[in-house]
Nanobody
Framework: VQLQASGGGLGQPGGSLRLSCAASRIDFSINHVDWYRQAPGKQRELVATLTSGGSTNYADSVKGRFTISRDNAKNTVYLQMNSLKPEDTAVYYC??????????????????WGQGTLVTVSS
């Protein structure tokens, strides 16, 4: 399974961007999803979580501004980022736990990572 992250780019302070993370297998059943970010010279930070039950959790730094969601039909998860701040500048990574059945009928369970997408917030 590959996770393809997209949607990064240059955002204006106060503006919005939406990140997407699409699973390469349509039969990949996504359970738990996280979005992380890593700013230059800083450790990777957990930004948002969406559990299999639909619960969400956010870092204090993004609470009220970011929203994590998923589209099961497209097997894609999103991170809507509003009221962007320069300190939101980072490479954003999606991570998903889930499973699929391979061609031998085996249940393959794992955690997968996207390649990262750069978000730069600047005027």
């Amino acid at each position: 399974v590959q996770l393809q992250a997209s949607g990064g780019g240059l955002g204006q302070p106060g503006g919005s961007l939406r990140l997407s993370c699409a699973a390469s297998r349509i039969d990949f059943s996504i359970n738990h999803v996280d979005w992380y970010r890593q700013a230059p010279g800083k450790q990777r930070e957990l930004v948002a979580t969406l559990t299999s039950g639909g619960s969400t959790n956010y870092a204090d730094s993004v609470k009220g501004r970011f929203t994590i969601s998923r589209d099961n039909a497209k097997n894609t998860v999103y991170l809507q980022m509003n009221s962007l701040k320069p300190e939101d500048t980072a490479v954003y990574y999606c991570s998903a736990d889930g499973h699929y059945y391979n061609n031998r009928g085996e249940d393959v369970v794992g955690r997968y990572w996207g390649q990262g997408t750069l978000v730069t917030v600047s005027s």
